[in-house]
């Protein structure tokens, strides 16, 4: 179990996040889409690319082909221009909580000027 104190938005309190976890095995995470792409000025051509790539197979067997192709493709494009999402994510909120400690106790503390 761990308890974190998250960002105070439009309060003077700092909400808590208590998680719990439970000894559970999950196979691979599953695909998803990342809105950011459509943002990216390659985000076409990269799936343009990888789709006109020949496969073997017709109709639906080559489809599923396809997708799973892109899918890889897009996960190691995905790593390779955005980074470790979950990990910049992670710095950054330790970034602003620090902060946000740091306003904190120079609030607190009264300055010499004053």
């Not at 559970?24 to 995470?29: E, H, K, M």
């Not at 892109?70 to 602003?96: P, Q, R, Y």
């Amino acid at each position: 179990m761990s308890v974190r104190h998250l960002a105070r938005s439009t309060s003077d309190h700092c909400p808590l996040l208590i998680q719990a976890k439970l000894n559970v095995t999950t196979g691979p995470s599953a695909f998803r889409f990342q809105n950011m792409w459509n943002w990216h000025p390659d985000f076409l051509e990269v799936v343009k690319g990888c789709w006109s790539f020949p496969t073997i197979g017709v109709g639906i067997a080559e489809l599923l082909k396809k997708l799973k192709r892109l899918k890889h493709h897009l996960k190691d494009w995905n790593k390779l221009v955005f980074g470790d999402i979950f990990t910049n994510l992670k710095l950054v909120e330790s970034t602003a909580f620090e902060a946000e400690r740091h306003y904190d106790r120079c609030r607190r503390t009264p300055t010499l000027w004053t």
